[in-house]
């Protein structure tokens, strides 16, 4: 059936380093793909979103860019922050997530 | 962007009670709502999907006569965990569908943490 997998969590990182989530999907058809945020006790933010294949969703410094020949959607940032300490979901039609990638910052 | 609000935010129940969360869409109209629950350090599953004025369609595993779904009206959709046990203790989370210049955009609401002793 359709689903996503995602990197297992966590991810620890030391401030201003380089950032990949990967994020794989199955599903029929072309979905749209989407990766959202979690804050502690909070629902799900967007951060960004792709509809077809090759787009490229960004926001806040953070990428992913829709690849239908690897099924992959996976996010990117060049230079992390302590503030980006959060789980960050990848979702494709939002029915479906993967299990989410809890992240660390450290200074 | 669209507001979407749930209360209550936490519930602490006893075993046997019936809880109704509520999931309002603040500033637009939301034919179609979703209802999600969380486990702790896991993803969120689909439980439903949750249509103004019709029948909510409930995804596979998901006991209908335990979770009622109720869509009265554009901007509300009620979930009632009935009898509710220790394992219904979760995280429910609600979404809406915004549709508008023929596009769809869904916002989430902030969550219900439920805890039934």
């Known amino acids: 059936g359709d689903s996503v997998t995602q990197m297992e969590g966590p991810v620890t990182l030391s401030e201003e380093a380089f950032l990949t989530i990967n994020c794989t999907y199955t599903?029929?058809?072309?979905?749209?793909l989407f990766w959202y945020v979690q804050y502690p006790g909070e629902g799900l933010q967007l951060l960004l979103k792709?509809?077809?294949?090759?787009d490229k969703g960004s926001n806040k410094g953070f990428e992913a860019t829709y690849r239908k020949e690897t099924t992959s959607f996976h996010l990117e940032k060049g230079s992390v922050q302590v503030s980006d300490s959060v789980v960050y979901f990848c979702?494709?039609?939002?029915?479906?997530f993967g299990a989410g990638t809890r992240l660390a910052v450290h200074p | 962007g669209a507001v979407v609000s749930q209360h209550p935010s936490r519930v602490i129940c006893k075993s046997g009670t019936s809880v109704k969360i509520e999931c309002r869409s603040l500033?637009?109209?939301?034919?179609?709502m979703f209802w999600y629950r969380q486990f702790p350090k896991q993803s969120l599953m689909l439980m439903a999907t949750?249509?103004?004025?019709?029948?909510?369609?409930?995804e596979q595993g998901v006991e209908k006569d335990k979770f009622l779904i109720n869509h009265a009206s554009l901007t509300l959709s009620t979930l009632t965990v009935t009898s509710a046990h220790p394992e219904d203790s979760s995280f429910y989370i609600c979404?809406?569908?915004?549709?508008?210049?023929?596009?769809?955009?869904?916002?989430f609401g902030p969550g219900t943490r439920l805890t039934v002793l």
């Open positions: 979404s809406a569908r915004r549709s508008s210049g023929g596009k769809n955009e869904q916002f």
């Open positions: 599903a029929t058809g072309y979905p749209s």
């Open positions: 792709a509809t077809k294949a090759d």
């Open positions: 979702g494709y039609n939002k029915l479906i």
């Open positions: 500033d637009f109209q939301a034919t179609t």
């Open positions: 949750s249509n103004e004025g019709s029948k909510a369609t409930y």
